[in-house]
């Protein structure tokens, strides 16, 4: 088991940047996938941006804006967001896969405003 909290949503407007961050409660490993989904009201949860030891993705929508990082000493995971549009609004939530189970944090509101 893993709990997953996450911080550092908000109000912005247009245009400006918010970081946010995942603690786990444990070490993972860093060959397990880490990442960021979001959900908007009436829409499905979607994945923003993933990072594992070969690499990250990311959304299109995403692409050239935000950029996710990870600390393994300390087990957190990040997401840097800038140039935010009310299109970003969403829950934002923190994933981590071990041997093929998936656990998720409570997710972290991030609103912008046009």
């Known amino acids: 088991q893993v709990q997953l909290v996450e911080s550092g949503g908000g109000l912005v407007q247009t245009g400006e940047s918010l970081r946010l961050s995942c603690a786990a409660s444990r070490s993972i490993s860093s060959s397990s996938v880490m990442g960021w989904y979001r959900q908007a009201p009436g829409k499905q949860r979607e994945l923003v941006a993933t990072?594992?030891?070969?690499?990250?993705t990311y959304a299109n929508s995403v692409k050239g804006r935000f950029t996710i990082s990870r600390d393994n000493a300390r087990n957190t995971v990040s997401l840097q967001m800038n140039g935010l549009k009310p299109e970003d609004t969403a829950r934002y939530y923190c994933?981590?896969?071990?041997?093929?189970?998936?656990?998720w944090g409570q997710g972290t509101q991030v609103t912008v405003s046009s």
């Open positions: 990072i594992n030891r070969s690499g990250s």
């Open positions: 994933n981590v896969r071990i041997s093929f189970t998936d656990y």
